[in-house]
């Protein structure tokens, strides 16, 4: 994946959404410009926080997204294959472990990839 002009939460928001066909608007694919770079301070990586809009914008139910227990289940199991893979979630820990933003873009959008084989 190509971050290209986009910060890592809007590059992985982005990447999902041709991916998969999404039909995210333009509106929220710009708002995760606030997530890129661990919340703008190396905190939780904005791959992960991507990931998670992406989750959101799929499985989410417009009448009942509380109680939507198909996607806690999925959020749980993207955060946990991220810890996983990246051995942290924050920022400031992975980025320079792993040759900064760009390997780990491609790496987590091939994680991803595989959470929605798995387990869509």
Not at 33 to 46: E, S
Request: glycine share 10%; proline share 2%; with cysteine.
């Amino acid at each position: 994946m190509d971050r290209g002009k986009f910060n890592c939460a809007e590059a992985m928001l982005r990447a999902i959404n041709d991916k998969y066909d999404l039909n995210i608007g333009e509106d929220a694919k710009t708002q995760m410009a606030a997530f890129g770079g661990g919340f703008a301070v190396g905190d939780v990586c904005g791959l992960l926080v991507g990931g998670y809009a992406a989750l959101a914008h799929m499985y989410s139910s417009d009448t009942y997204p509380k109680g939507n227990m198909k996607l806690r289940a999925i959020c749980k199991e993207w955060y946990k294959r991220f810890q996983n893979e990246f051995k942290d979630v924050n920022c400031s820990i992975i980025k320079p472990q792993n040759e900064g933003c760009s390997a780990l873009a491609k790496s987590s959008a091939e994680l991803f990839a595989k959470l929605i084989k798995d387990t869509g």
